[in-house]
Each structure stands twice: as structure tokens, then as C-alpha cells.
């Protein structure tokens, strides 16, 4: 099946700090990425679908600002939690589909803001 | 928004054992999928049925889906402790824009 690469797989960083996820189709073209949040035992929240060349589409909740995702190929999705805080610690996994096929999921990124 | 509810939210079986879990969603689908996921991993891909499917199977994997009642089964046949994990469906909505909305998950734990 198709691969979907998500970096880093765990990150820590300070209060007040942005981190920036990648998520990389690796052998397909993903005109539209997916992007989730997952708490503790829960389910996963999307946040957001990225569109390539164009600007995401965010969930209702979801403040843009404060994820910022950027989409500048077809095979790259990025996104950035600006000025992270502790409440921002979660589970962030990326998903590309191809069609309506099935969708593939990266290995997700544990943030830790401390 | 949260589409699915499944039940129950965690099983615990012996090995060897069927394993079966249910969804329920809301609104027109074009198919729903089961997903699984291994602590603090990605999510694999199980099986997808389309709407106008009621059952399919996939090795040890049967899947029912009634639109009329809204809702979904998983059956694992055979359970084996590596079938440890968590287990979500997830539905593509009717005019979605591919996008999937994902159930509440069934813990499942097979013990030896």
C-alpha cells in the first residue's frame, strides 16, 4: 500500500516555542492531506484538510493561527503549532487518501510542551 | 465533529475467541471503513465496504454495514493477542469532500 511518512515521531519543546510536523507522501501524489488530533484513549479530531497549492481548510474550533499548515507540493504537507503550550501536548497524525480509496496514516507525532 | 459511536468503548476476550464491535453514525455515507491502531501509532487500514455493500470479508475480518439502521459491525474471528489494539470506523460523508469523521473506538484486549 501507499506510504505516508510523518516526522518527528516525538517532540519536546518549551512554552512559548513553534514546532513544525511533516507529513510526506512517499510514493504518491497528495493533492489533499489530512490532519488529525488525538488525545488520551479518544478518538481522532480533524483539524484540518490541506490542500496543495491552495490554503487549508480548517475545522470548526480550530484556530489558523495557531496551526498553521502549509501544503507546497504534492508530495509535502507541513504543519506548524505556533507558540505552543502545554494544552497543545497531543498525539498529531497526518493522513492522505488517494481518491476515495482507503486513507494511509503517518506514524503520528507525540508533542510534549513543557 | 464526532460522527461515529461505537460500542462497546473496550473488550476484553481470551485468545481464540470472536471478537465483535459495532458503529453507529449519522448521516449518508459513500462507505465506511474500520481502522486499526497500536498504542501510540498510526492507523492501519482494515477494510472499507461501500454503501451499497452489506458484508465483506478479509482474511479473519467480517464486516456488516446497514445504512438503514445507520450502523456497522467488526467481527474478529479467532482472536490472537497481536489483535491487541484499538479499533475505530470511520465514515466518508456523503458530498464530505473525502474527509473522514472518525468513531469514538472499541479497546480490544485478547489475552493468552
Known amino acids: 500500500g501507499a506510504v505516508v511518512s510523518q516526522h518527528p515521531s516525538r517532540v519536546i519543546c518549551k512554552s512559548g516555542t513553534s514546532v513544525k510536523i511533516e507529513c510526506r507522501s512517499l510514493d504518491f501524489q497528495a493533492t489533499t492531506m489530512f490532519w488529525y488530533r488525538q488525545f488520551p484513549k479518544k478518538s481522532l479530531m480533524l483539524m484540518a484538510t490541506?490542500?496543495?497549492?491552495?490554503?487549508?481548510?480548517?475545522e470548526q474550533g480550530v484556530e489558523k493561527d495557531k496551526f498553521l499548515i502549509n501544503h507546497a507540493s504534492l508530495t509535502l504537507s507541513t504543519l506548524t503549532v505556533t507558540s505552543a503550550h502545554p494544552e497543545d501536548s497531543s498525539f498529531y497524525i497526518c493522513?492522505?487518501?488517494?481518491?476515495?480509496?482507503?486513507?494511509?496514516f503517518g506514524q503520528g507525532t507525540r508533542l510534549t510542551v513543557v | 465533529s464526532q460522527q461515529g459511536e461505537e460500542d462497546p468503548q473496550a473488550l476484553s476476550i481470551q485468545e481464540g475467541e470472536n471478537a465483535t464491535m459495532n458503529c453507529s453514525y449519522k448521516t449518508s455515507i459513500n462507505n465506511l471503513q474500520w481502522y486499526r491502531q497500536n498504542s501510540g501509532r498510526g492507523l492501519v487500514h482494515l477494510i472499507l465496504?461501500?454503501?451499497?455493500?452489506r458484508e465483506k470479508h478479509s482474511g479473519r475480518l467480517r464486516v456488516t454495514l446497514d445504512t438503514s439502521k445507520k450502523s456497522s459491525s467488526l467481527l474478529i474471528t479467532a482472536s490472537r493477542a497481536a489483535d491487541t489494539a484499538s479499533y475505530f470506523c470511520?465514515?466518508?460523508?456523503?458530498?464530505?469532500?473525502?474527509?473522514?469523521?472518525f468513531g469514538t473506538g472499541t479497546q480490544l484486549k485478547v489475552e493468552l
Open positions: 493522513s492522505a487518501r488517494i481518491g476515495a480509496r482507503e486513507a494511509f
Open positions: 465496504i461501500r454503501s451499497n455493500e
Open positions: 490541506s490542500n496543495e497549492g491552495s490554503k487549508a481548510t480548517y
Open positions: 470511520a465514515t466518508d460523508q456523503a458530498g464530505g469532500g473525502n474527509k473522514l469523521t
